[in-house]
């Protein structure tokens, strides 16, 4: 079981990044929950990923989040797969606009399903779970337990 400090760190990663992400293999789905400008942070960092010149061999790879199962990474095909979200450079800056396009016009308690417009072949879809503002990704962890007052 993991101590209080870790908790304490992984409840701050989550804030930091965010959003809160959920891989399922059964439904094939990656999903990202968090609020407008949580989500965001995500087209953000798929930005920052093109944008940084080492990224540009395929295989270069990103990964976030406290559990760092999330990896973005150059690849010539985009897709969404078990193992990473994935594309040139170019498709993944498209990526970052497919998300803003969403978002902004995406009400709290919606779901957008993203996966034809990127890359229709893909074995897996990205869903963004979009909450009210001021919603912490961390309480979407159930691997944490509650948070204390103190």
Do not use: C, Q
Request: no cysteine; glycine share 6%.
């Amino acid at each position: 079981m993991p101590s209080e400090a870790t908790n304490r760190a992984t409840r701050s990663m989550w804030r930091e990044l965010g959003f809160f992400y959920l891989r399922d293999d059964r439904t094939k789905v990656w999903t990202l929950a968090g609020s407008r400008e949580g989500l965001l942070r995500f087209r953000d960092a798929l930005l920052s990923y093109v944008a940084d010149p080492r990224n540009t061999m395929k295989s270069e790879h990103e990964h976030y989040g406290p559990y760092m199962y999330l990896k973005v990474m150059t690849w010539p095909e985009a897709a969404f797969d078990e193992h990473a979200i994935r594309g040139s450079l170019a498709d993944l800056a498209r990526l970052a606009r497919i998300i803003e396009s969403k978002v902004v016009v995406a009400l709290p308690g919606s779901s957008v399903r993203i996966r034809e417009e990127f890359a229709a072949d893909s074995p897996y879809s990205l869903v963004l779970d979009v909450h009210e503002d001021g919603f912490d990704p961390a309480s979407a962890d159930t691997a944490l337990p509650p948070e204390t007052a103190g």
